[in-house]
């Protein structure tokens, strides 16, 4: 499975982004889909994941009510909106996707494949 995540960009505080996350290849499975993020100098960090039927969705507390993951399985999509960034929102942001699996999970290494990050930058 390759993932390609775009959407990243240079916005100002306040503005909204909605980053996309492709699956190609071997789509046929199940699989469960997470954002994550990495700032300069910190480890990388859990941000939402969902389930493969999109019923089901986590967030972590420092996004929750902020963003929203969803998906489109008929495009082999996931989103992740982002409302009201904040200077903090800087980093590097990565989807990834868990084979096989129904439920998502907060854990980097629950995860199989990663794709390669998209830059998002929230200026004061």
């Known amino acids: 499975v390759q993932l390609q995540a775009s959407g990243g960009g240079f916005v100002q505080s306040g503005d909204s982004l909605r980053l996309s996350c492709a699956a190609s290849?071997?789509?046929?499975?199940?699989?469960?889909m997470g954002w994550f993020r990495q700032a300069p100098g910190k480890e990388r960090e859990f941000l939402a994941t969902?389930?493969?039927?999109?019923?089901?969705?986590d967030y972590a507390d420092s996004v929750k009510g902020r963003f929203t993951i969803s998906r489109d399985n008929a495009r082999n999509t996931v989103y992740l909106r982002m409302n009201r960034l904040k200077p903090e929102d800087t980093a590097v942001y990565y989807c990834?996707?868990?084979?096989?699996?129904?439920?998502?999970?907060?854990?980097?290494?629950?995860?199989?494949?990663w794709g390669h990050g998209t830059q998002v930058t929230v200026s004061s």
């Open positions: 969902i389930n493969w039927s999109g019923g089901r969705t």
């Open positions: 990834a996707a868990r084979l096989r699996a129904g439920l998502g999970s907060p854990y980097e290494a629950d995860y199989n494949y």
């Open positions: 290849g071997r789509t046929s499975s199940n699989y469960a």
